[in-house]
């Protein structure tokens, strides 16, 4: 049958395997886009550069003379829609921003589906190895790297227990986190006053610790602690 020509079933079998084994990682990862939604992905760029490519075969009535394939416009099209997609996989989480490595993974995930398309399997192939090697070969190197990150801090102090600024940075210098901005608010019906600050530091904030020096403190009414995860 013409359905199984080589032409077409290597580029959508290529796409299938791509976008299988990078959803696959993202799918293990427990991330919003998945096995299914990375397939998907894939196979319908491949379907849709297959179909941009042999258009003088399903364009049969007409005249080959007139017809004008261009396949770079139909993966601009692929590509641009792609973004609607990545758009809805990332999300703010109180001051975290999460989803935009699955964002990428979707991205590069479509581009590799055009590269079945349209039959470019060495690129494609490489393509795909190369995005296996920076989602799941490189993860060792996060905890290793030193990396800035960032604790979002508001603490409540009774009114009558006032804590100096001076007093609240030297509490979370003990912890080796520096503050950009301290912000100082009253909320009088509370008869509390709140200091918060976004500290920063190299490797993880100590959370827990600095939870339980807090809770130690009699002077402290309430506090937030969030680690700022990008």
């Given at each position: 049958?013409?359905?199984?020509?080589?032409?077409?079933?290597?580029?959508?079998?290529?796409?299938?395997?791509?976008?299988?084994?990078?959803?696959?990682?993202?799918?293990?990862?427990?991330?919003?886009?998945?096995?299914?939604?990375?397939?998907?992905?894939?196979?319908?760029?491949?379907?849709?550069?297959?179909?941009?490519?042999?258009?003088?075969?399903?364009?049969?009535?007409?005249?080959?003379?007139?017809?004008?394939?261009?396949?770079?416009?139909?993966?601009?099209?692929?590509?641009?829609?792609?973004?609607?997609?990545?758009?809805?996989?990332?999300?703010?989480?109180?001051?975290?921003?999460?989803?935009?490595?699955?964002?990428?993974?979707?991205?590069?995930?479509?581009?590799?589906?055009?590269?079945?398309?349209?039959?470019?399997?060495?690129?494609?192939?490489?393509?795909?190895?190369?995005?296996?090697?920076?989602?799941?070969?490189?993860?060792?190197?996060?905890?290793?790297?030193?990396?800035?990150?960032?604790?979002?801090?508001?603490?409540?102090?009774?009114?009558?227990?006032?804590?100096?600024?001076?007093?609240?940075?030297?509490?979370?210098?003990?912890?080796?986190?520096?503050?950009?901005?301290?912000?100082?608010?009253?909320?009088?019906?509370?008869?509390?006053?709140?200091?918060?600050?976004?500290?920063?530091?190299?490797?993880?904030?100590?959370?827990?610790?600095?939870?339980?020096?807090?809770?130690?403190?009699?002077?402290?009414?309430?506090?937030?602690?969030?680690p700022r995860h990008e």
């Amino acid at each position: 049958m013409d359905w199984w020509r080589p032409e077409y079933a290597f580029p959508i079998l290529g796409a299938v395997v791509a976008g299988a084994l990078i959803g696959f990682d993202r799918e293990y990862r427990g991330r919003a886009a998945g096995l299914r939604t990375h397939i998907l992905v894939s196979l319908t760029s491949a379907l849709l550069m297959l179909a941009a490519v042999h258009q003088v075969r399903w364009m049969t009535d007409t005249p080959h003379d007139v017809i004008r394939i261009d396949p770079v416009r139909m993966a601009h099209g692929v590509l641009t829609g792609i973004g609607f997609l990545c758009g809805g996989v990332i999300f703010r989480e109180g001051f975290s921003v999460r989803g935009l490595t699955t964002a990428a993974s979707l991205w590069i995930t479509a581009a590799l589906g055009v590269l079945y398309g349209i039959g470019f399997y060495g690129v494609a192939i490489s393509g795909t190895v190369v995005t296996l090697i920076v989602l799941s070969g490189l993860r060792f190197l996060d905890g290793r790297l030193p990396q800035l990150h960032h604790l979002d801090v508001a603490v409540r102090y009774r009114g009558r227990d006032l804590v100096s600024e001076d007093e609240f940075r030297a509490l979370f210098a003990e912890f080796k986190l520096k503050p950009d901005v301290v912000s100082h608010r009253l909320l009088a019906a509370e008869d509390v006053v709140e200091l918060a600050a976004t500290f920063s530091g190299v490797g993880r904030a100590p959370s827990q610790a600095i939870a339980a020096r807090l809770l130690a403190d009699a002077r402290v009414a309430a506090f937030d602690l969030a680690p700022r995860h990008e």
